[in-house]
């Protein structure tokens, strides 16, 4: 590890320039070779301080809630495309005032609120352009929580519920079914979604493919997907492409650092308790769940005992643990341990549980400087509260 960055005081995250020019420009190689428009979505990643770097290769975004709707008008500098699975008499004006494009859940939202946006169209303002999400009912995700082609989904209208007829207005189309997917598992839901919608598409201007394209994952055959939207766009020439990955933007752009402060044993089992939380710092570990990389860890080895932990979130929640890493030497209070690829869908999902430290977030810079994006307190825990 650099020595100036484990000179900082843990538990932080840090966030690398390197890293996320290294995904923006293989997003930008898919936008140029295929014409789409690919946005960023803000539920992976709103560490806005960053998002200059953003600005430079144009990328615009997606929201999900008036919060990062005029995030992205402030910060980013541009109208969103809003996705919202109920939008309210109270959020439905500001959204139309920050968004180009408006995409509807349900045919009961669109006819209530289509109003407002003919009257917004009408006033020779900008044009909002209002979509309404599809559900192809393709599921090609493993996890429940993540897999929005669940039988009873709450996502989207179905083929059948429409009747081969769309609300007269309606300018897109929106489907999202992957997740840290494959241009393959794109090729299954795109073939399902032609097949029951492809009378509809003659009749709108744009087709939102949603998110979850891991095209920065390392293996991802993006050459195939870029075969993929071009061959779309052959044969619907007219329609304007949109992607929404959230992941692939920030994906292995940024860690975890964490040093151990005790070590506990029970009943046989060695646990490594750390100055973060999977709970609190990591969530995703146990929703999803899955075991981060640890940089210091190796492979068990045949025939030789290494030292093994299971590692311990230091809050008071029984279940903040997840393990086992094999170390090389025995662990002990003050090693430090980097978890890795804790950026994206990491820091927007993290709480303050417990009132644990939260872990403050660094910018690693492409010069080799280190910069605080943000040190948290008491303040900011106690403020959170009424």
Not at 110 to 116: A, I, L, P, T
Not at 220 to 239: M, T
Not at 286 to 305: D, H, N
Request: with cysteine; net charge negative; glycine share 8%.
């Amino acid at each position: 590890m650099n020595s100036r960055i484990s000179s900082l005081p843990t538990p932080f995250y840090i966030v690398y320039e390197d890293k996320i020019r290294r995904n923006l420009e293989l997003i930008d190689r898919v936008r140029r070779m295929t014409g789409a428009e690919i946005i960023m979505a803000f539920k992976a990643n709103a560490l806005w301080r960053t998002f200059g770097i953003f600005r430079e290769y144009g990328f615009k975004s997606t929201a999900s809630s008036v919060n990062e709707m005029r995030l992205g008008n402030d910060e980013l500098c541009h109208r969103v495309h809003a996705y919202c699975p109920a939008y309210t008499p109270e959020t439905i004006k500001e959204y139309i005032s920050g968004s180009s494009h408006i995409t509807f859940n349900s045919v009961d939202q669109y006819m209530r609120f289509k109003g407002n946006i003919s009257r917004h169209n009408a006033s020779g303002a900008y044009h909002v352009s209002p979509g309404l999400r599809v559900n192809p009912q393709c599921s090609v995700i493993e996890t429940d929580i993540y897999n929005p082609a669940l039988p009873g989904s709450r996502f989207g209208v179905t083929a059948e519920m429409l009747g081969g007829k769309l609300p007269e207005g309606i300018e897109g189309l929106h489907f999202h079914q992957l997740c840290e997917s494959s241009s393959y598992d794109l090729e299954k839901v795109l073939d399902a979604f032609e097949q029951q919608f492809g009378d509809m598409l003659d009749k709108v201007k744009w087709v939102n493919m949603g998110g979850g394209h891991l095209m920065t994952r390392e293996g991802y055959d993006v050459d195939h997907l870029i075969s993929l939207l071009n061959d779309f766009k052959a044969r619907h020439p007219h329609l304007q492409v949109i992607l929404e990955p959230g992941s692939a933007f920030t994906w292995r752009t940024g860690d975890l650092i964490t040093s151990v402060v005790d070590v506990v044993e029970n009943q046989g089992v060695k646990t490594a308790i750390i100055d973060a939380s999977f709970a609190c710092h990591m969530p995703d570990t146990l929703e999803m769940p899955y075991k981060p990389i640890i940089t210091e860890s190796v492979e068990p080895q045949e025939g030789k005992e290494l030292p093994t932990y299971r590692l311990g979130g230091n809050s008071c929640l029984s279940g903040d643990y997840v393990g086992d890493w094999t170390f090389e030497t025995p662990l002990k209070a003050g090693d430090r341990l980097t978890l890795e690829d804790m950026n994206h869908y990491t820091t927007v999902k993290t709480t303050m549980f417990n009132g644990l430290q939260h872990p403050d977030i660094v910018f690693a810079r492409s010069n080799g400087s280190l910069e605080y994006l943000r040190r948290f307190t008491y303040e900011d825990y106690r403020n959170r509260m009424c």
